[in-house]
């Protein structure tokens, strides 16, 4: 296939699919894996794809993408498929996200997460190609942590959701890889990511739609919990920084997040301008799984990698209501 390509798994989904645009955009070859698991609609990532083509087709000197339909879980093909592409790298984005689900399926996401993770890792160190290893964790090892900001030295032993210790099991495993063979890994800690083409799971794309459609928005707890969000230009930023500096590292976990908390209720009373609509508001219980806050400490990032976020709350979140406006526009003209 195309010798010299970045590996990205999950190519289909929201990270990946502005990933994979950002490495094309400067003339890096991708390949992308992804299986376009159920957990939501397939046209989706079909849609993320398309998206993909459209931006770079007219710019010259972008590289060449291949999409290969695969699952992470199977060994055997993972080995063929690195054997074929024979990546230079692997930014492994693929997983079963999402803490609420992980609670109702720890099993499936043990397997997709963890045994997914181990074949990756697996066919990466027998493939001579492949020279670093990147992984997305999540914000969500620092389970409930009173106190903020979080820091990547910080103890991270008690998880709240199967979801959090499957990315945590990650990072373990990469560890030994990484002592065990000498491959550069390098473990993301995301802070909830956000912007154009959002998992339509995650709260600012459902709250969008809701309100749009006047519905009124189910908030759990008293609006008082808070995130640190990431806009999605700038999760990209840290994660091509990540891949090109890992290793003069070896192994490092990195946070990427915004820095600047915002609380469910401002969160809301956001969405609302951008969409121009007084939010109606139904408050329900806390879930189970979700943490009462999380916040980054980037100073590391900020350091090693130059990770500097430049995208205010605000400002992403009118982004996402635009193309969100324009992708409804486009649908019901079809
Ligand atoms: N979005 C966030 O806020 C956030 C926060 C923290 C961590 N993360 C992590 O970042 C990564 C990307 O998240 P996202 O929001 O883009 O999710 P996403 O669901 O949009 O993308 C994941 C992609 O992986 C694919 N996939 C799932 N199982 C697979 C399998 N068995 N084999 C091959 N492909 C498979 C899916 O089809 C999907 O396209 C995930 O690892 C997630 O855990 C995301």
Redo the contacts with the bound molecule.
Sequence with gaps: MSGGAVLI?????????HLAEALLRQGRDVVG?????A??ARNI?QR?LDAIQEATASIAGAGAFTLVE????RPGDMMQLFASVEPVSVI??????GVRPSIAQPGLYAE??VT?TVNLLEAARKTKSVDRFV??????VYGNRSQVPFCEADPVSEPISP?AAT?RACELIGHTYHHLYGLPVACL??????GP???PD?AIARFIELMERNESIPMFGDGSTSRDY?YIDDIIAGVIAAHDRIVGHGYRIWNLGGRHPVTLHEMIQAIGSAVGKAPRIEQLAMQPGDVERTCADTQRSAKELGFAPQVPFAEGVARQVAVARADREAASAI
């Design positions: 798994t999950g190519a289909a989904g929201f990270i990946g699919s894996l992804d299986n376009f698991d957990f939501y990532k993320n695969g699952d992470i879980r492994h984005l693929a997983a079963r996200a997709v997460n997914g992984m997305a964790s999540s914000s969500s979801y990315k800690r995301f802070f909830t990511v956000f083409r959002q998992r995650l990431t």
